[in-house]
Nanobody, 123 residues
């Protein structure tokens, strides 16, 4: 079965850290760009961070300097290290895979999506 599975979400206090994982099964993740999205209640899904197959990365302005995206092709996994978390980072976080790099494309054009993991930042 071809799928992505996110893990690592949870409840953390403001200023804390979490590391999310996005693991692929059934296909070789190294050939794809992987993008992390998030969706807060009542808001549209937004792109957070992206890593290309070659390893270059990009981040939304709202998370630059706080979030780091990386990949371990041997483990078929991409990570999102989130530091200095703020309450406004609270959302369900999703990862998605695409052949098309880190360009902005409609969500329906991604090849694979995960089911999401909840991140709650609260004191």
């Amino acid at each position: 079965q071809l799928k992505l599975v996110e893990s690592g979400g949870g409840l953390v206090q403001p200023g804390g850290s979490l590391r999310l994982s996005c693991a692929a099964s059934g296909f070789r993740m190294a050939n794809y760009a992987i993008k992390w999205f998030r969706q807060a209640p009542g808001k549209e899904r937004e792109g957070v961070s992206c890593i290309r197959s070659g390893g270059s990365t990009q981040h939304a302005d709202s998370v630059k300097g706080r979030f780091t995206i990386s990949r371990d092709n041997a483990k078929n996994t991409v990570y999102l290290q989130m530091n200095s978390l703020k309450e406004e980072d609270t959302a369900v976080y999703y990862c998605a895979a695409t052949w098309r790099g880190c360009v902005n494309i409609p969500t329906g054009e991604y090849n694979y999506w995960g089911q999401g993991t909840q991140v709650t930042v609260s004191s």
